[in-house]
């Protein structure tokens, strides 16, 4: 089973719309958790952190339920440039600053 | 300011030989990491760096991989004996240090062993 698991899509979502992305992680002992985006031969960026109260940014929404060891990103009124790849990522460590990426999750918005 | 560059940005050689591969992280950030990442897979770590020593390196896949950070700066990937399976996009990032610190990628190296 791979460490972080997220659907791989691709998603074709039309503009305007909302979208769901869910990631699960394996190691109960995860400490912070981000979504990274990536553009198609880019590198990849930090799109947000996610925390335990969940938190937003814009037109973003990010959630974790360490219980059921899953994280989400939400998506509201995308945009034709949200279209990327979502990376999420687990660092399981403190002491340790080495991230666990997913494969990732094409996004294609739709005009 | 200027960000994490890496070079060359394209790599193209022949199984069995030498590769550095380097990186130049953001001024006075103390952590420098490498991955890798294969088409259509997330990045994968390789090996940190807390100012010239490696915190860990347990991502190196076998021992033709090793890196160096002699000064705490520029950071070198070598690859010996380079094998078709090594072909993927090198990334480095680097950060101010901690966990929860956000970690700058540059642009990658294309390797491609034929």
């Known amino acids: 089973r791979k460490e972080v698991e997220q659907d791989p899509g691709p998603f074709n979502v039309p503009e305007g719309a909302t979208v769901a992305f869910n990631c699960t992680y394996s190691?109960?002992?995860?400490?912070?958790f981000f979504w990274y985006r990536q553009d198609c031969r880019k590198e990849p960026k930090l799109l947000m952190s996610?925390?335990?109260s969940g938190n937003e940014d814009g037109r973003f929404t990010a959630q974790l339920n360490r219980a059921s060891q899953y994280i989400s990103l939400l998506i509201r009124d995308s945009k034709l440039s949200d279209s990327a790849t979502y990376l999420c990522?687990?660092?399981?460590?403190?002491?340790?600053?080495?991230?666990?990426f997913g494969t990732g999750t094409r996004l294609t918005i739709i005009p | 300011g200027a960000g994490v560059s890496q070079t060359p940005s394209n790599k193209v050689t022949e199984k069995g030989k030498y590769v550095e591969l380097r990186c130049d992280p953001i001024?006075?950030?103390?952590?420098l990491y490498w991955y890798r990442q294969s088409l259509g897979q997330g990045p994968e770590f390789l090996i940190y760096?807390?100012?010239?020593?490696?915190?860990?390196d347990s991502g190196l896949p076998n021992d033709r991989f090793f890196a160096v950070r002699p000064e705490g700066s520029v950071s070198t990937l070598k690859i010996q004996r380079t094998e078709r399976g090594d072909s993927a996009v090198y990334l480095c990032?680097?950060?101010?240090?901690?966990?929860?610190?956000?970690?700058?990628f540059g642009p990658g190296t294309r390797l491609t062993v034929l």
């Open positions: 990032a680097s950060s101010a240090g901690g966990p929860y610190n956000e970690q700058f």
């Open positions: 190691n109960s002992a995860s400490q912070s």
């Open positions: 996610v925390y335990s």
């Open positions: 990522v687990v660092n399981y460590d403190f002491g340790n600053e080495k991230l666990t």
């Open positions: 001024s006075g950030h103390t952590a």
């Open positions: 760096f807390q100012g010239t020593g490696a915190a860990d």
